[in-house]
């Protein structure tokens, strides 16, 4: 007979996933906000929940991992772990669409921790890195995602000419601004008369 706490525990998953599915419908019409909103309550149903009771559901168990591309040993990832994982990375695209880059770089970091071979989280990360300006950042994850993913190198390739594009011009950007500061007229020195202490006066 299931005890009350695993039945408390399959109740939290089963609403999760309801939730996470919601988001996901909502991503796809392009309401960010509904989306983002159900992916954080999936998050909440999901959080801390009793290692015991997810044995007891089949739900603790590892699922079975291929080799991974990361180089390190593939860690075990329950079914939980997983939903955890999309639910990071399809909160990642939202901010993208929504063009918080900050927040997509760490729900993307979210996504990775629970799984380093998430090429599309990864993809999204160098994404938000280029548009805050970290081009070196982002074709580095590029390059690693080349590797890793060669069928994926023509999306890889036009991703890095458009981040190249826009990391040229914020340095044309730079470099005009710099160069008008320096052509800038050294402002006139004060007269004498201007320049004068005020004279002390008596004690």
């Not at 909502?26 to 909103?37: D, P, V, W």
């Not at 909440?44 to 991992?65: F, R, V």
Request: hydrophobic share 35%; proline share 4%; aromatic share 6%.
């Amino acid at each position: 007979m299931e005890s009350p706490q695993a039945a408390a525990t399959a109740n939290k998953v089963a609403t999760a996933k309801q939730k996470k599915e919601a988001a996901d419908q909502a991503f796809k019409i392009g309401n960010t906000s509904a989306a983002l909103r159900s992916y954080h309550e999936a998050l909440l149903y999901l959080t801390g929940l009793d290692k015991n009771a997810l044995q007891s559901i089949g739900m603790a168990s590892p699922l079975p991992t291929a080799a991974g591309t990361s180089g390190e040993a593939p860690k075990e990832k329950t079914e939980v772990d997983e939903i955890v994982e999309k639910i990071y990375a399809n909160m990642c695209a939202c901010h993208i669409k929504n063009k918080n880059w900050k927040r997509a770089v760490e729900t993307a970091d979210k996504a990775l921790a629970k799984n380093p071979d998430n090429h599309k989280a990864s993809f999204r990360k160098a994404k938000a890195w280029g548009e805050q300006g970290f081009f070196d950042k982002a074709k580095k994850i590029l390059d690693e995602l080349r590797t890793k993913t060669p069928d994926d190198t023509a999306a890889i390739d036009a991703e890095y000419a458009r981040l190249k594009v826009i990391d040229d011009d914020r340095e044309k950007v730079h470099k005009a601004a710099w160069k008008g500061f320096l052509n800038k007229a050294p402002p006139k020195e004060s007269s004498t008369a201007d320049s004068k202490e005020p004279a002390a006066t008596a004690a």
